[in-house]
Structures are given as C-alpha cells and as structure tokens.
C-alpha cells in the first residue's frame, strides 16, 4: 500500500480510505475495458499529456513529492513514495491510481480539470505496454539551470574607464567604470594613520602602535603600502582574525549545546588548525579536502584529522531520553545544509522536507547530498600537543625511577634489617598465645638446636607478621597503579563509518519516514562529479566544491572576503546565490575575482608584474583586494551619494562599520598595554557576573576565572558556552554558533555603550591606559597626546586638543573633591609619583576617549 502524507490524526482514516480505494482499484481493473487494445504511441499521446498537465509540478523546475516526468530515468524512478510507474502492470502504479481519483485528496493533476478517459486510457495503455520511452531529441534545458550563479565564472575583460590616473589593479577598472556609467567620483585616498589603523583592523583585528602608524607615516618608498600589507599578511595575528571569520561558518563552540551542554575541552585544537592552516596559507582548496575529508586523505596525518572537527562543531544531545539516531540525523542534516551554504552559497537546507520552492535541488538530491555525511561517524582521537606528551613521557620516567627505588628500599630492608628484626621479635613473641602452636614450639627451641627447616619455617612466619615489610611490599605492588594517566587531550574528528547506514529519503524532513534509498550524488544542476571506482566519499565531495568547473565555490569564497573588507559582499546575500538571492552587483569584478583565485584566469592576480600567485591563495587574494584603490578610499561620508547610493552599493567611498565583538575587547586591550598576544591554546575564562553562569543547566557551569595574563586574551579565546555565551560577545552580535553564520548582524543598542562604560573588563582597561600614559609620558599635553594615539592612531585637532585639556582639568578638580572615590577609580598600582587623585583623572579620560565612537569603528 503507499505511504499516505496526511496529518497523524488522519492516518488511520487513510489508511482505511486507501484499502477500500486499493479495493475498489482492483475490482475497476477487472470492469475495465483492456486498454490495451488501442495502440498508443508515447511520443504523440503521452509525452504531450505530461508536459501539458503534469511538468509544471514534476519536471525541471518544481519536483513535487520528488518526482519528474520530463526525463526518462527520472519518471521510472518514481517519487519519494517509490515507483510511480510499474511497467506492464498499470493498475499497479502509482500514477494511474492518483490520476484515476483512486486515492482521496490525491487526485492528479490537483489543479484544472481531470483528465478524460481517454487520456486515463492512454497512460494505462502506455504503462500496460511496457512503458517504452522514446527520450526525444535533447530535453530542454531546464529554466532554473539559466540562472546566473550557474553559469560558469569566466576571466572578464577589462572595462575601459575614462578617467586614467585613478585604478592601481583590475579591480578599480570595474569600480570606475561603473562610476562613470553613474557620473560619480570615487573618493581620494584616505590619509595614511586611517589607512594603517583601517588594515590592522582588518587583517588583524588589532590597534597599529604609535610606532608602527609613524614609520609609515614616514616612509617615503613607492612601495610602503605594500610593504605594510607583506608585513601584517605574515603576522601570525593575521590567522587569528581570519580564522574567526571561517569560525562563525564553522558554527564553532566550546560545548555541545542543548539542555546539559557539556563542556568541549579540546574543540580548540580544531580552532587552532584554522589559525595555523590560514597563517600558512594553505591553499583554500586543501583547506577544504582537509576539513571535509581529511581522514580519507592517503596517509591521513593527524592534523589533517583534525582538520574535520570542522563538522564536529554540530550540537550534541546527550539527555537521557533523546533518540540517539534522532540526534545523529539532525547532525548529518546540519553538516549538509552547512556544507551548502559555505561552499556552494545556497539554501539547501529549504530541501530536507520538499523540492526546493525556489532553486533546482530537489528533495532527492538533499538526501544524495545528505548520503555523503550519512556514512561518517563520530571519533575523538587522542591527541595531546608535543608538550603534553613530553610531559607525560617524564612523568612516566619519574614513576618508574620511583618503582626501581621501592624495590631497593624492599630489597636492603631484607638483607640489613630483617634478621634483626626477627631477633627481636623473637624475643617478645616467646609465649605469645596468639601464635600458632607450631611456631610456638619452634621458640620455645634454642635457637642453636633448630633444624633449618624449623628455621625456614620461622623466617617465613615472622615475614607475615613484620609491618615495616608489608609496608614496602605494599608500596611496591601498589605503585604501578599510580602511574600516571596519558594526556586526556581528545581531537574530535569524523572517519568513515565500518558499517555505514543506507540512505533513505526522509519523506518530508521526518527521519523515521523512509522513502527511496538513494546514493551519494551532488547536485544535478551543477557540473557532475568526477567519475570514482565505488560510491563517491566525503573526499569527492570535497574535490568536486573546489574542481574549477563548480561555478559557485570560488564566487562565494571571495564574496565573503569582500564582505570583510567592505561591510558588504558584492553579492549581499553570502548564504544564497541561488535565484531568490540578491543579485551581485559588479558580476564581471565577482568573476574576476573568482576565476583569479581559483587558477581559472591566467592572469590571475597579476599586479605589478609579480608572477602569478599560487592558485586559491586567500592571503593572495586579500592582497589584491587591500591593494585595490577602491579598498583605498576614504570612508567620508559624501552627501551627494546620500540620495544616490545611500547603502554604498557602487563603492564611491569605503565603509565605516564597528568591528565583530571579539575585536571590540581586543581594542580595549590592545590600547590599555593589558593585551596578551599569545596565539592558540585552551580557552579562557575572563569575569562573568556571578548569576549567568547560574542560567546554565543544574549548576553545570564551571566559570573559574582566568587569572594573571590569561585574563588578557584575545576574545576569539573566550569559552563558549552555548547555552551561556559570554555577555558582552552576545551584546555586540556574535552569532550563537547553533548554526552557520555567514555574515553577523550589526545591532546598536545602549547595552552596548553601558557594557563598554560599566563592565569591569573594559573598566580595567580603561585604568590601565590611563595608568600605561602617565607612566610613557610626563607632560599633561604629551599624555593626552599619547592616549589619543594609542586609540585612534592619530593627533588630536586643535579642538580636540582644547577640550581634552579643559577635560583633564576638571577631572583632576572633581577627582579632588573626593579622594576616596578617586582611589577607588585610580586603582592600583600606582605609577610611581603619581597621586590617587592624578591617576583617577587619567583613567576617566581615558574612558572617555575608549568611549569615543571612532575608538570601536574601523573608518
Ligand atoms: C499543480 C501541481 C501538480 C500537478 C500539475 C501535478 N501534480 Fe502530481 N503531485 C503534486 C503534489 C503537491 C504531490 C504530492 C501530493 C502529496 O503527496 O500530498 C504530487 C504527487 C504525485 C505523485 C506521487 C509521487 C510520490 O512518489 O509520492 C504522482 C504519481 C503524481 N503526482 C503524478 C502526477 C501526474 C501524472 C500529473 C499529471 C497528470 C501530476 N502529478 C500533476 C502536484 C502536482
Ligand atoms: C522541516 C521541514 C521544512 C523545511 C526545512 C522547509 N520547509 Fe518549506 N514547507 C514545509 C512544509 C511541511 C510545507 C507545507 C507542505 C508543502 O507545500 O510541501 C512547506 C511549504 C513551503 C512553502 C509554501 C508551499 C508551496 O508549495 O509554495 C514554501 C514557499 C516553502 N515551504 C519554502 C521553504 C524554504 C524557502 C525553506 C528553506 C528556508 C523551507 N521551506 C524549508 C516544511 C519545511
């Protein structure tokens, strides 16, 4: 019987319902006449008819219930339920009973009039005769196909521009003109402290020193941009910042998620993969068979297993009541839709329970893709870093030594002290009535008269009575259960499954409705996989998103570079290229870009002559981009772009925007000298107030505050907890790490001013910076001066210059009013020769000036 899709309450209706159909089927079979007597011919009586009243819901665009009735091995196939189709036995098939009425609330076509009998009669005719189908010249190309993110990128020309002195690299061609084609004027260079502050942030997430912004103030070479580019390029702090971005994709997490959310101690060694894959600028097509497929690498290494936590960042239900295979699907689910929108750009998720509504992915094809993921299982290897091992690897030495010297302790003791011991004994243990009689008797010998079997016998005794020996016999066996545990370090990774589950079609997204099995299969829309001994792995997968025939990887990896880098992507909707998302709006610069990073276009990113670079180069393509004197501009607001591009899609201007929250502390940070720039390793705890922690489940929460330097972190390294994310990251839009994340939300709400004002984090820092100036600088004017570049590397104006000191000044005489509350906002220590009240003025002007609005925007 088929699988009926009605609400649960109507299933046994149904059911019932579609027994007496099914009935009532058979016994029409029987009444009717043999349709077969008429001669059909499927090319002029069927083909028609299905592509008339049936294709608009089962063919190139929409697949309803998972079936096509355009293609030959699509319609024989059959739907989601199973074959529509049974060739030779009409009355059998699906398609004949829904389009006969025979199945209440399925009659087919849902929509228009019924079909007559005689169009019934011919399909039953057609299916009685062997369903032969005669496949017509090629199949028109489906609709959907046409769509603009499909076609392959290729390597554009060059526009012509009118004006000449302005580009520095392709890029600007396309920008000018389409400018031109506006009548608009880019905007000039920003100054050099705007440009160096603009690409620390960018690329590090991090303040220039007054140091740095003066030397490149000062360097007079053609090439100081680029040299300044080389230089931050090959900061390791350059893969911290990067790999934060691949993190929000990565929906990365330090504990599992839902009710009990335990912790994930070692998620980091795959964070630190990222930051070490990115600061080696590995290129982005190993970094995607890496981390898809690492383990199916020839001779996997370990890091290259790890490199697969990538999908080990998906939620872990560990209740004691949830459905194991329930919470295992959900993972392979995300894993899927993840891999979809991170690489391919679209929402295929919108697939799991239907066709796509919108772009061609049918529900089949989710499962095919699901199928990839359906074989892996889950695998935490051990994994302790060279100093873990090393560590352990002395421990054991030292347990050993230990060993050796029990045993020589236990051997001297036999040989110096036993005897004695015995003596001894043997003389308060005469008359013992605790002993037993055969002992006795022996004592009660003259020592000298004893037979040495009497002898042997009385040694052997007094050994199971002496405590100083069972005490070293005791330490002696015990000892090897002390030694010490191998390093607990686990890397999560995911490996082929030995016995891997067949994949079925979830009928609607419901795990436990089973429809077709499927294989693993990509995409039909898009470029085929290349041909494989076996059924295609994970590690096809991988290769297929970065074979350089796939239109979409390459497009959608330097959308999101470019999103970085401008505040937004040329196409805005990072997650979706497909038709409902927005369309780019420099196509011809996205293919530019695309083809260049993905070794397509021979001249790849060719500037100034350098030789080409290697092919999927992130570092390359940052590169040009930042080189770019469109990436250049300065931020200004123009009020004439106002009404004409007021969300600066044509890109007469650069952007300002505030930085992603993790750099919002790092600011803090970096400006107060507090700033820890150690790169890597476990996560941290900075200060929680003490009742969030409480909102995790049953007190589960341990939050023990980092102490000393590790305090001072980079916020990338704060744990996060998912039920219990860290609050100023929540406040300043860090994503929830549930699901991807391709592009953050930029809220401002007045939380945001109070947490950077009140929180004792960012309180500290502004201590510290007020303290970090008195003590670099002597003069009121030198310190103002020095604050004011250590947060915005730049001079104060005249201006700004009047108001700080008036500023200062009082400070200093409201400070005075109240020396206890000036202790209290000084904190300590105290610069040498600095009053309480002196350092409290500083630190409230350097919150002020941390409070400024250009502090946490990068212009
Ligand atoms: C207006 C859209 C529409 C048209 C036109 C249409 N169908 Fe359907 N078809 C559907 C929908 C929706 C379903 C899923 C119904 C359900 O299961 O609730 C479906 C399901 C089916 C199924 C069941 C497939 C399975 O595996 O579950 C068959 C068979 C089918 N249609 C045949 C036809 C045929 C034959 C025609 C043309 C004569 C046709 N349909 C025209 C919308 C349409
Ligand atoms: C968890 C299951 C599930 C997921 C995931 C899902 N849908 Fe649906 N959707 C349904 C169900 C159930 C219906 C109603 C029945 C139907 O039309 O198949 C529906 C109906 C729709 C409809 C209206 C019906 C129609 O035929 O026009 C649209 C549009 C739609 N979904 C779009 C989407 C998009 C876009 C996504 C991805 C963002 C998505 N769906 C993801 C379950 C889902």
Redo the contacts with the bound molecule.
């Keep these: 019987m ?5 609400p649960a309450g109507l299933t046994i209706l149904a059911l019932t319902l579609a027994a007496v159909a099914g009935a009532l089927g058979a016994e029409k079979r029987l009444a009717a006449p043999a349709a077969a007597r008429r001669a059909v011919s499927f090319a002029r009586d069927v083909q028609p ?2 592509a008339r ?6 063919g190139p665009d ?1 697949q ?4 096509r ?1 355009d293609r030959k091995a699509d319609a024989l196939r ?5 074959r ?2 049974v060739p030779g036995t009409s009355a059998e ?3 004949v ?3 006969t009425g025979h199945v209440p ?2 009659v ?5 009039p019924r ?1 007559t009998a005689a169009q019934v009669d011919a ?1 039953r005719a057609w299916i009685d005769d062997g369903a032969e189908w005669t496949e017509a010249a090629a199949p028109a190309a489906p609709a959907r196909a046409s769509h603009w993110a499909f076609q392959p990128p290729r390597p554009p020309k060059l526009p012509q521009t009118k004006r000449q002195d302005w580009a520095r690299n392709p890029i600007d061609r396309f920008i000018l003109a389409r400018l031109e084609r506006e009548r608009l004027q880019p905007s000039p260079s920003a100054d050099r402290p705007t440009l160096i502050r603009r690409l620390t942030l960018d690329l590090h997430g991090l303040l220039p020193t007054p140091a740095e912004v003066e030397a490149f103030v000062q360097d007079r070479s053609p090439d100081a941009y680029e040299k300044l580019v080389d230089r931050l390029l090959a900061s390791p702090h350059f893969g911290e910042r990067w790999a934060r971005h691949w993190l929000d994709l990565a929906r990365y997490a330090d504990s599992d998620g839902y009710e009990k959310d335990l912790p994930r101690p070692y998620a980091y060694l795959y964070r630190d993969w990222v930051i070490h894959a990115l600061n080696a600028d590995m290129p982005f097509d190993q970094f995607t068979r890496e981390q898809l497929a690492g383990d199916l690498l020839p001779n996997a290494t370990l890091e290259q297993k790890i490199a697969t936590g990538f999908h080990r960042n998906t939620l872990k239900n560990r209740e004691g009541g949830a459905d194991p295979e329930e919470d295992r699907s959900k993972a392979t689910v995300d894993r899927t839709n993840t891999t979809g929108s991170v690489w391919l750009g679209l929402t295929v998720g919108c697939a799991e329970c239907h066709t796509h509504k919108y772009d061609p992915i049918s529900h089949r094809e989710y499962y095919s893709l699901y199928a990839f993921f359906n074989s892996a299982q889950e695998v935490d290897l051990p994994a302790a870093t060279a100093a873990e091992q090393e560590a352990h690897r002395q421990a054991l030495a030292r347990h050993a030594a230990d060993g050796e010297r029990l045993a020589a302790a236990l051997a001297t003791f036999e040989r110096e002290q036993l005897s004695m011991r015995q003596a001894a004994w043997e003389k308060t243990a005469v008359g013992s009535e605790a002993l037993p009689e055969s002992i006795r008797a022996i004592l009660r010998t003259e020592p000298d008269q004893r037979t040495p079997a009497q002898q042997a016998a009385l040694a052997q005794h007094f050994r199971t009575v002496d405590p100083e020996l069972a005490r070293l016999t005791r330490a002696l066996a015990e000892h090897p259960k002390k030694a010490p545990a191998p390093p607990p370090t686990r890397a999560q990774t995911l490996a082929e499954s030995p016995k891997p589950p067949a994949t079925f079609i979830h009928v609607r997204g419901d795990f436990l409705r089973k ?2 099995p499927v294989q693993p299969q990509t995409l039909g829309v898009l470029p085929p996989l290349s041909p494989t001994s076996g059924t295609p792995t994970r590690l096809d997968l991988a290769r297929w998103l970065v074979d350089g025939r796939n239109p979409l990887t390459a497009r959608v990896t330097v959308n999101r570079v470019w999103q970085q880098l401008f505040g937004r992507g040329l196409v805005a909707t990072p997650d979706d290229f497909g038709v409902r998302g927005e369309r780019p709006s420099h196509p011809e610069l996205l293919d530019w870009l695309a083809t260049g990073f993905a070794g397509v276009s021979s001249s790849g990113f060719q500037v100034s002559g350098s030789a080409n670079p290697k092919p999927w180069s992130l570092k390359s393509l940052i590169r040009v981009i930042v080189s770019s004197a469109t990436y250049r501009q300065s931020s200004r607001h123009r009020p004439e772009l106002e009404a004409r591009d007021p969300k600066n899609l044509l890109l007469a201007r650069q952007t300002r925007f505030r930085p992603e929250a993790e750099v919002v502390r790092d600011l803090y940070l970096a400006a107060s000298g507090l700033l820890n720039r150690s790169v890597g390793g476990p996560c941290i705890r900075p200060p929680l107030p003490a009742d969030i922690a409480a909102l995790g489940y049953a007190n589960s929460v341990k939050w023990t505050e980092s102490q000393g330097a590790e305090r001072y972190r980079r916020g990338m390294y704060i744990f996060f907890q998912r039920t219990v994310p860290y609050p100023m990251l929540a406040t300043f839009d860090a994503p929830d790490s549930n699901v991807t994340c391709t592009r953050r939300e930029r809220s401002n709400t007045p939380l945001q001013a109070l947490t950077l004002l009140n929180d004792p984090v960012f309180f500290e820092c502004a201590q510290a910076l007020g303290r970090r100036v008195v003590t670099e600088q002597s003069s009121t004017e030198a310190r103002l001066v020095h604050a004011f570049r250590l947060c915005l590397a730049r001079d104060p104006s005249a201006t700004e210059r009047v108001r700080l000191r008036r500023l200062y000044a009082e400070l200093l005489q409201l400070c005075g009013a109240d020396a206890g509350q000036a202790a209290k906002l000084a904190g300590s220590p105290l610069p040498a020769g600095v009053s309480p009240v002196e350092a409290a003025a500083w630190t409230a002007v350097a919150r002020t000036i941390m409070n400024l609005d250009e502090f946490v925007t990068r212009e």
Excluded: N, W
Aim: with cysteine.
């Design positions: 088929s699988v009926l899709r009605l008819l299905l009243r049936c294709v608009a819901c089962h929409q309803k219930a998972g079936l009735l059959g739907g989601d339920t199973g529509a189709i098939s699906l398609l009973r829904y389009v609330g399925k087919m076509p849902p929509v228009g079909l399909l429809g077709e």
